[in-house]
């Protein structure tokens, strides 16, 4: 076995998830990955954990929703029993056909997650971790032959997570102290708050209250958004393309927008409700290991030199107790690329200039003649 | 998809599990079986039952049981709430290697089932039902091209299963009725005494009490044995192969035994315990779809035109109230073909001869010369 699977699965196991002895873990398996699969039934092995493995076989699902024309039954007893007694939940994606579930009507998918939302919150209320091993049917939607899309999963996902939470801790604190969040590249000029709000430090870990292997951003929920906003990293929204992205905000709330490719969808997902007018989320990517974006949020967003927005639902972690943020049944992630001529400011002090935070070697304190606005 | 897949899964679900609406299912899945688990998720689909599948991989298994030193914690509940919470349990087997396992301990594998015992009991207090989806590896442990595989296990699984019931129904009304069975082939010559004992017509169906698909056997629980019994069909029993194991039997016990191949296993299957001397089960194989051994008992015993002893255990069902049968760490079948020189009398009246049942056409009421004992 590839020792990088092995290293996937033990920081699956053990950085992520924190797995103990006599934990009753299920480990969910997509169609395509199998091997990592079994890395993982072997740390848990070592570790003396208890192992249900679940089959996520998208082409199981689509055979079972197709044929499926009546009402669902509401979260069956066996299905929510299994997650109400497990410890840890386990994600291992990883299909072989990201079109695998393509003819199942998106009404019979929405009936069947909305059946089983209690199951949903079952999973989510235990320590869940979603991963991805990596198939070739990744690597062609990543438009990356199949050594090459390895590597660029391993990098992303066995990285020095202490280090990086340590890292991404000074971040957080920057955040937490500050009022005002000023966002600023080629297209963009935008002012959000975030005075009251608490930022998370996704390191990749239960810990943290961070449920993705990888991650690595550090995220939080503003309000109040002005000014303008360009996308420019090609993003995929319910399966349609979307490119370069423009938002335009008065008090808190989208009021022009347009779009080079997929404006129909921005559209739709703006028009959704009241709260999918507004920003959710303010992330900042910091996973240097994802060099490249590849069509798929989970490691898009927390690419290292991108600030990614969200339109819609805010997550409770980064509001106070007893305050509601932005409240909507979507939550959209757009990205935009910091590496250019940029910066990002927290109460006028420069964090991030040209993608690299002020900690960094090679950060200018003071942009040089031709790095800023010339 | 392969039509023959789509009946399978039809068969499965519907003659033999009897699912309905609002029905609980765990559908076990095999790393081979993916195909099948797709028709079966369909199927379940149409009847409008819920889903949830279960990975059997056997290399996770491995890699889990090997990396466990420990104790292993008993009966983990989220495990058991799964099964006692289900209606009925579908297991899909087929692997891609029928030795997967075979460097894991024996006793670590014991140890872990031991642990799960009740786990198990769960899981058979609920319909279930076990087939097989024909893979290469199983092909190969046939010594069958995987062409000639799937039409064998299809022969055998697809059968008219209304119709075989009715036949079947007849030899158990017979062996219900009768009380000395007596066995005759070259090198046989066995009774033994089944008054009062209850036959299981062996239809596929969790209705008949029957868990196997394929089935076709009518089976029940002899005592008082004498005579000798030669099994002619190759067999695997525990891993190694047997070749023309020789039993002899007075009031009951095992006295004498020699086999051309495997005397070993043999030996180690007799001395386990006193039950492990004695017959648990007859069973009369009656599946005209299989007509060949392939050291799968599975198929094996349900073979038409041969009938199986078990040394150890015998079934619940063929008991009378309150009365216990054979009881034993073991239950082991062991095979001889009927279609020689051979019959099967039930209080001396011939009720198969040379293969053939006395309602079949062909059979012959007395022997002509030159077929019985020339």
Not at 28 to 37: F, P, Q, Y
Not at 181 to 210: I, P
Not at 322 to 346: F, K, N, P, Y
């Amino acid at each position: 076995m590839d020792d990088r699977i092995r290293d996937h699965a033990e920081t699956l196991v053990d950085w992520s998830a924190r797995i103990e002895a006599g934990d009753d873990v299920v480990v969910r398996v997509d169609e395509g990955a199998h091997d990592l699969a079994v890395a993982v039934a072997e740390t848990l092995g070592e570790r003396g954990a208890n192992l249900v493995t679940v089959a996520t076989s998208e082409e199981v699902r689509r055979a079972y929703l197709r044929a499926h024309g009546a009402e669902f039954d509401t979260d069956p007893a066996y299905e929510l029993a299994l997650y109400e007694e497990a410890d840890s939940v386990l994600t291992l994606g990883g299909g072989r056909n990201t079109a695998a579930t393509a003819d199942v009507p998106a009404d019979r998918t929405q009936r069947y997650d909305r059946a089983r939302e209690g199951v949903r919150e079952a999973r989510l209320a235990t320590d869940w971790v979603s991963t991805v091993h990596p198939t070739r049917s990744l690597a062609q939607a990543a438009g990356m032959s199949y050594d090459a899309y390895r590597e660029f999963v391993y990098d992303a996902a066995l990285r020095d997570w202490e280090a990086l939470a340590e890292e991404m801790a000074r971040l957080k604190d920057i955040l937490d102290a500050g009022s005002e969040v000023r966002v600023v590249n080629e297209g963009t000029d935008l002012t959000m708050s975030v005075d009251g709000r608490t930022a998370v430090n996704s390191a990749a870990s239960v810990v943290y209250d961070s449920h993705n292997l990888p991650s690595g951003e550090v995220f939080t929920a503003p309000y109040d958004t002005a000014g303008v906003v360009t996308f420019d990293v090609p993003m995929t929204v319910r399966g349609r393309e979307v490119r370069d992205v423009k938002l335009t905000f008065k008090d808190g709330v989208v009021v022009d927008w347009e779009a080079r490719q997929g404006e129909d969808v921005v559209t739709e997902v703006i028009e959704t409700d009241a709260g999918s007018r507004q920003l959710g989320e303010l992330g900042i990517g910091m996973n240097r290991g994802i060099d490249r974006p590849t069509g798929r949020t989970l490691f898009d967003e927390k690419m290292a030199g991108t600030v990614h927005l969200a339109l819609g639902r805010a997550y409770e972690a980064c509001l106070p107790d007893g305050e509601s943020g932005t409240d909507s049944a979507v939550h959209v992630d757009l990205i935009t690329d910091m590496t250019g001529d940029s910066r990002i400011e927290v109460d006028g002090d420069v964090v991030q200039r040209n993608g690299l935070f002020r900690w960094e070697a090679g950060f200018e304190e003071e942009p040089t003649e031709g790095t800023d606005g010339s």
